[in-house]
Every structure is written in C-alpha cells, then in structure tokens.
C-alpha cells in the first residue's frame, strides 16, 4: 500500500458510488464475500453492505470507508 486515507464518507449522493454500494450488497445476497464498513452507531464493529445501504436509505448517512493506492508489480518473464 502506497497510501491511505483516514475514515471518510462513501458520499452515497454521487451516484456512481452508488451504484457500487448497490452491487456489493447484490453480491452479498448472492453469496457472495461481505464488505465491511464501521458502525458509525457501535465503535469497534462492523457492518456488511446490505446493512449499510439500509441505513443509508433510512437515515441518508453514508458508510465510512478508507481510499486506498496500492503498488503491484509485474513480475519478469509475463
């Protein structure tokens, strides 16, 4: 990893980030791995996708995540 942010908003009002929240709670349903988002109401854990896109619709709080860069390398002779 290259660099990191600290917790920040999903910003669910952008659609395309939307979008995304929607197809990993699909993915989940579908059985699918969890994604793992802060509860913003219970310090110390977590909530699925599903969940958090349930509390976005109730309550139009975004899900907290970290933005990440990530360095990967080539290997010779690919």
Same mark, same amino acid.
């Given at each position: $990893? *290259?660099?990191? @942010?600290?917790?920040? =908003?999903? !910003?669910?009002?952008?659609?395309? *980030?939307?979008?995304? *929240? #929607?197809?990993? &709670?699909?993915? #989940?349903?579908?059985?699918?791995?969890?994604? /793992?988002?802060?509860?913003?109401?219970?310090?110390?854990?977590? $909530? !699925?996708?599903? &969940? &958090?896109? #349930?509390?976005? %619709?109730? @309550?139009?709080? /975004? =899900?907290? @995540?970290?933005?990440?860069?990530? *360095?990967? %390398?080539?290997? /010779?002779?690919?």
């Amino acid at each position: $990893m *290259l660099a990191s @942010t600290s917790w920040v =908003p999903f !910003n669910l009002g952008r659609p395309d *980030l939307l979008d995304c *929240l #929607e197809l990993y &709670a699909r993915c #989940e349903r579908e059985g699918g791995p969890e994604y /793992s988002f802060p509860s913003p109401d219970s310090p110390g854990k977590w $909530m !699925n996708a599903r &969940a &958090a896109l #349930e509390r976005f %619709r109730v @309550t139009g709080e /975004s =899900p907290l @995540t970290k933005w990440q860069t990530l *360095l990967f %390398r080539r290997k /010779s002779g690919c």
